[in-house]
């Protein structure tokens, strides 16, 4: 599976930029693979992994597309590429002017939201609001502001629920899910249902902590300021984390959703895009990687931190220097291929993790439910049962 020239080719189209030896290696693994690439499967994986935007304006940008006479062998997709591009760059400009309004909001309150992941990203690593798809508009306030924030964003129309069957209203949360919520879901998710042509909703998603209940690791939204600086983002006056502090919120994301057991049987925690954010981060950014550090051992994270560097080098080697990683090493070989830790069922991969990114259930034909079934069935301590090891 690995070895698939259709994932190499997503790997290597899917980057914030390409240089000129980039583009002729891609264009050098088209064509020896021309006849055989499987356009339909490569499409579908690089949508699954939230890269098919950028993929395809680099397909766009750089011609990347094969130059042959052979109608058979032509190209086809230019057009849907052009499509998917400028969609997501719509989609992304109203969910960016979403952003603005509720920004001014928080203000007129004294209250200046931190913006984390996709607005930050697409405007200082990404330089481009069509390539990276945004699902929310994830925030994080200081815990005494999160009451008056709500309240004002249930005056401009966001409320608790999920799209109702019209998917105009919101239905009602029943009370054994707010429970649920409470307990385990160290998040306020708020909606507001909207007809624009790619936009059925606006969620807003304040994160209250950056791990879930029940694992080794705690670090609660407190003492923002100190971690962050105020900046325009896309006009709006903001928050968003420094670099260091950045890329402690991507990797703690990553890992929360790389080993709880929800994501991975939703096949959400193995994304691209989640990996390939930590890289283009780290690039494209100045990381004074001694403050990292000691930010990392300062609040006691460094094995999640390591967990989603160690596999962001794996698929990128060397964008994370080596002593970083030495520095952080938790000297356990096993908690590299450990996952399931916030459900209290700590198992263990016995395949890669590239094998497993890449295990679409449309491989094998199957129903959606065979996607848990084949993860699990790779997994020695899952068949002891439920309660793992």
Known sequence: MADRAEIALVFAASRANLSAGNVSSIQELIGEHLGNLDWGWLIDQAHEHRVLYLMARNFLRYRLYPQTSDPWLQFRHEELFRLLYSANRARNQDLIDELMVIASALESQAIIPLVRKGPVLI??????????????LDLMLEPDDVPVARQILESLGYGDGSLGASSRVLASVSR????????????????RPVDHPFVKEFVIDISLNHFLPGTRWDLPAEQLAARSQETRLFGARVRVFTAEEMLIDLTTH???EATTLVYIQMRAHAN???FLDIAE????ANIDWSVFV???RRYRIGPPVYHSLYHTDSLFPGVVPG????ALDPRDPAFVRQYGFAD????EWNNELVDRMFASPRVWGGPVSAATEYLFSHDKDARRGPGGR
Do not use: S, T
């Not at 054994?176 to 909606?191: D, F, G, I, M, T």
């Not at 002593?323 to 030495?326: A, E, G, N, R």
């Not at 209290?344 to 198992?347: D, G, L, S, T």
């Open 254 to 256: 990553l890992f929360k």
């Open 323 to 326: 002593h970083v990683l030495k």
């Open 281 to 284: 981060l780290i690039g494209a």
């Open 272 to 274: 691209l895009l989640k």
């Open 344 to 347: 209290k069922q700590v198992r």
């Open 294 to 296: 000691e930010r990392v």
């Open 176 to 191: 054994r899910e707010q429970v649920y919520r409470r307990l385990h879901v160290p998040n306020l998710v708020l909606r």
């Open 123 to 136: 405007q200082e690593v990404y330089f481009d609001r069509g390539v990276r798809p945004m699902a929310d």
